[in-house]
């Protein structure tokens, strides 16, 4: 070997047409910041976000994060974290709020649904973001998932009612999104794509 190469761990590849429980994921992988979820046992990896998509959800995360931390209401975290809905069914939500009666649920992971979920839309996964997840969260009963679309420029709201989401609002520019959860949590559309 020459001398000042560096050694890379081979990577390891899930085989195909395999399902995996979370469990096995855990056992089998090393620990990753790779984007990963496990959709009925099938494993998804996608690539790294896009620097606007990161800028976006960190936007949205310290705003949300002052919020709660100042109102002593709870936790908030962001993506890689895995939040394990079933031993088939984990995400990796962008950001996502624990109230403080539910901080039981945190432990090396999120082991149950968040209170409150935001999914930044990214290119080429918007079925992904606005339907599949939007079931999903629904399901599982994620009480209230903010839809933000960097292409749109819009922010969406859905409240969880009797089992089903409702859109709460739908915000552009400089169109105050709030929170029904969350009393008196808000910030204008802009502010998530542009900053203050």
């Known amino acids: 070997m020459n001398e000042g190469a560096t050694t890379l761990e081979p990577q390891v590849l899930p085989q195909p047409n395999r399902l995996y429980t979370y469990d096995e994921l855990v056992a089998e992988f090393p620990e990753s910041n790779q984007p990963c979820e496990l959709w009925d046992g099938e ?13 976006i959800v960190l936007r949205f995360y310290r705003r949300l994060h002052a919020w709660v931390s100042d109102h002593k209401l709870g936790k908030v975290t962001t993506a890689p974290m895995d939040m394990v809905l079933s031993p088939h069914r984990v995400v990796q939500p962008d950001v996502a709020f624990i109230a403080q009666a539910r901080l039981g649920i945190i432990g090396r992971v999120l082991n149950g649904p968040a209170d409150l979920v935001a999914e930044v839309i990214s290119l080429g996964r918007r079925n992904r973001d606005r339907i599949e997840k939007r ?62």
């Open 135 to 196: 079931d999903l969260y629904e399901q599982y009963g994620v009480k209230e998932y903010w839809i933000v679309d960097p292409e749109a420029q819009t922010v969406e709201v859905l409240s969880l009612e009797s089992g089903r989401y409702r859109l709460h609002m739908r915000s552009a520019g400089d169109q105050i999104a709030s929170s029904r959860l969350l009393s008196g949590f808000e910030m204008k559309a802009a502010e998530v794509f542009f900053g203050p």
């Open 43 to 55: 494993i998804i990896l996608s690539p790294s976000p896009s620097f606007d998509h990161q800028e």
